[in-house]
């Protein structure tokens, strides 16, 4: 027996020792290491999602992810996706934004949830016409509190959201977490400093247990996102008593933020229709660096009409050219209007009546 293991430990120390010269060794123990996405890429390499295997090359692989925010991963079991509350509860929240008076889509649609107040700001030093809105609503018998943030309305606002992006910048507003943009902090603060801060304190000092949702849709969406983060970190709100739903919103910050977000929010998803052009921008620049702008987790994306029954994918990877990012072609502002087969702002503008499929895409 001891012959046998003396001859293993030559054999082991000649293999060492080729490896040595051959200047492979620090390689060979890394791969041996290296048994996953996140210590893959974590150590500079590129994982290959298809054989999983780690290197920093490879002749053929369809999935290559080279930044540890991209490595698969789904969302808690206990924070799962429910296709049903989304079609039933948060898109007529998101809806009811587009109202001026959301609680017709409630009285409509979800009679035990109340409004409190409507808040409508001006967004713009050059223009009355562009305006942000959100609202704040409480459900007694569910015991929850919402916030909600409309989208983009005009083409004004489409311009001054355009312009405003490339003049303001990313910025950092949360501590060490990255930046996002300054017009998206911007606007938030308009709408919370315009009164939906006293809204939310005097709920929550009413129904202290209640769970928060946030939510939006469009620029609604980065809204929700912002607000989350700034309730957080000012202390307000502990990240797992929220839940945060964004439908086809644009980017908002960097790699940075979104690897924060993701680490901070245990429920937070961002829904996407087919061919929605809005989700796709702005643009990740490749002249800088491909992580300049990054949507967080958790992408979940309809390649349909969005129907009953039709099929989803909850996107294991936060950002590229992955899921709803792999179509460049036949992008659409249709499909932004249009979730769970719904015309959102017109659905919500006539205060979500019963008749839904009169607002179907198809």
Not at 202 to 215: A, C, M
Not at 222 to 243: C, F, H, N, Q
Request: glycine share 6%.
């Amino acid at each position: 027996m001891y012959s046998i293991i003396k001859s293993f430990l030559i054999i082991v120390s000649i293999m060492v020792l080729i490896l040595l010269l051959l200047g492979l060794l620090p390689n060979f123990f890394y791969f041996v290491h290296a048994q996953n996405c996140s210590t893959c890429v974590e150590s500079g390499n590129i994982w290959c999602v298809e054989s999983a295997e780690c290197n920093d090359t490879f002749s053929s692989c369809q999935t290559q992810i080279s930044l540890q925010l991209n490595c698969p991963t789904l969302p808690n079991p206990k924070y799962a996706y429910d296709d049903s509350f989304m079609r039933t509860q948060q898109l007529v929240l998101a809806s009811a934004s587009h109202c001026d008076n959301p609680q017709r889509c409630f009285d409509s649609q979800i009679p035990t949830i109340k409004v409190l107040s409507v808040r409508t700001v001006n967004c713009s030093a050059n223009s009355e016409e562009v305006t942000c809105m959100g609202y704040t609503a409480y459900d007694v018998s569910r015991k929850i509190i919402i916030l909600s943030f409309r989208g983009s309305k005009g083409p004004y606002q489409n311009q001054q959201m355009a312009d405003g992006m490339a003049s303001g910048g990313l910025l950092n507003y949360f501590g060490h977490s990255g930046k996002i943009f300054k017009l998206g902090y911007d606007y938030f603060q308009l709408l919370w400093n315009g009164g939906m801060q006293q809204d939310l304190r005097s709920l929550k000092y009413k129904y202290p247990g209640f769970e928060l949702w946030i939510n939006g849709h469009s620029l609604g969406g980065m809204l929700s996102w912002v607000a989350s983060s700034y309730l957080v970190t000012s202390g307000l709100y502990k990240p797992e008593d929220i839940k945060v739903v964004a439908f086809g919103s644009p980017r908002l910050g960097d790699y940075d933020f979104s690897v924060w977000y993701t680490q901070t929010f245990p429920y937070s998803y961002h829904i996407i229709h087919r061919l929605d052009l809005i989700p796709r921008v702005p643009v990740i620049d490749p002249h800088t660096n491909t992580t300049v702008l990054f949507h967080p987790r958790t992408e979940v994306w309809y390649n349909n009409y969005m129907k009953i029954d039709d099929p989803y994918q909850i996107c294991e990877e936060a950002d590229g050219n992955y899921c709803s990012a792999a179509v460049t072609e036949g992008l659409t502002m249709t499909d932004h209007g249009y979730y769970f087969n719904v015309n959102m702002p017109a659905w919500g503008r006539d205060g979500c009546p019963q008749n839904i499929s009169d607002y179907a895409q198809l």
